[in-house]
């Protein structure tokens, strides 16, 4: 009985874990873009770093419940430290610097965990802005190494790998971006479509009766906060890698919210939420600010309205039915679809 209960538990995470074919077209869409919209290379750059920070919020929130209002605090400290490794010479290749970048990000992650996670949500959420807060006190105070309210200037990128060096057009950020958030996003799937996401998704939905059953529920909250953090601090430092520059606005309430918002169109608990809401508010802001420079926001928030009230379930039961009709037309054999994957 047991062997036959591990040999389905071992078929459902293996039918989780299957990449299907809208999952494959989404990112040779992706990479497609590099040769067909070379024109766009850097507001693709900046659409694909928002991606990965909502992506890192997305695995606290949507799969373990812990609502942040501070994010920021991790995306602005892997820019300053990314920033402060090139400036400084202290590691001269980008992709080991970015490395680091994460690890310091996902260290103040892990000693920031034990805070965070005690008391309610809405606890959580005034800890995670004080962290924030204080993240850009600090770098307001010490103006002598962060350049204070003016930013941190004088950051020169040596080339990738000490081959591709960071042109003017973006060209060679986009792919060095793109590289990343796929290497990552990848990881991130794994995480969630393994035994331990799903206990994350246990733990989100009864604490309690989660521990009753022997899940260490504050080691794996602290777990995936610390890999949250680190995530959004390679995306920090991606920004300040591709910009070369890093400033206070990295630190602010207004990144965090914004991640947030981005996290609430694209939809919680389900990775590519994170994606595909990075993509439709950069092309709207982009559109809009075109189109209406001074009231964009105005329509931003329209469209938020109208994803509350049409409800995010109704939407994705016609994306579902949509996707279902189109494999039946291809013929593509039965599986676990893509939004189940994600999740």
């Known amino acids: 009985m047991t062997r036959k209960a591990d040999t389905a538990v071992t078929r459902f995470l293996t039918s989780r874990a ?14 497609a873009t590099i040769y067909f919209l070379p024109g766009r290379h850097l507001i693709l750059t900046e659409t694909a770093i928002w991606g990965l920070f909502a992506l890192s919020l997305d695995l606290i929130l949507g799969y373990a419940g812990i609502i942040s209002l501070g994010h920021a605090a991790f995306f602005g400290v892997g820019a300053y430290a990314a920033g402060l490794l090139a400036k400084y ?15 310091i990000a996902a260290a103040l992650g892990f000693a920031t965990s034990f805070l965070v996670l005690r008391g309610s949500d809405l606890t959580r959420l005034m800890v995670t802005l004080g962290v924030s807060l204080v993240c850009f006190e600090l770098a307001n105070k010490f103006a002598d190494l962060t350049g204070g309210a003016d ?27 793109l590289a990343w958030l796929f290497v990552l996003f990848m990881l991130a799937r794994r995480v969630v479509n393994s035994p331990f996401g799903l206990s994350l998704k246990a733990i989100k939905g009864n604490p309690l009766r989660s521990s009753a059953i022997g899940i260490a529920v504050n080691w794996r909250l602290v777990a995936i906060y610390t890999l949250s953090a680190g995530y959004a601090g390679i995306a920090g430092g991606l920004l300040a890698q591709t910009q070369a520059f890093a400033s206070l606005s990295m630190l602010s309430i207004e990144r965090s919210a914004d991640v947030l918002l981005i996290l609430i169109i694209g939809g919680t608990g389900y990775l590519y939420g994170g994606l595909i809401g990075a993509l439709i508010y950069r092309l709207l802001q982009d559109y809009l600010s075109d189109l209406t420079a001074r009231y964009w926001q105005f329509w931003i928030g329209l469209l938020l309205v109208a994803i509350v009230l049409v409800g995010r379930e109704r939407i994705g039961g016609w994306i579902r039915s ?22």
């Not at 299957?18 to 990479?31: M, Q, S, V």
């Not at 010479?89 to 690890?103: F, M, W």
């Not at 996707?323 to 189940?340: K, V, Y």
């Open 322 to 343: 949509v996707e279902t009709q189109i494999g039946r037309a291809l013929r593509w054999p039965a599986s676990t679809s893509s939004a189940d994957q994600g999740a």
């Open 151 to 177: 930013g941190l200037q004088g950051v020169a990128m040596a080339p990738v790998f000490g081959a591709y060096r960071f042109d003017l057009f973006g060209h060679t950020a986009y792919v060095y971006t």
């Open 18 to 31: 299957r990449i299907g074919p809208f999952e494959t077209a989404f990112w040779l869409a992706a990479f």
């Open 89 to 103: 010479e202290i590691i001269v290749e980008p992709s080991v610097a970015l490395l680091c970048a994460g690890l």
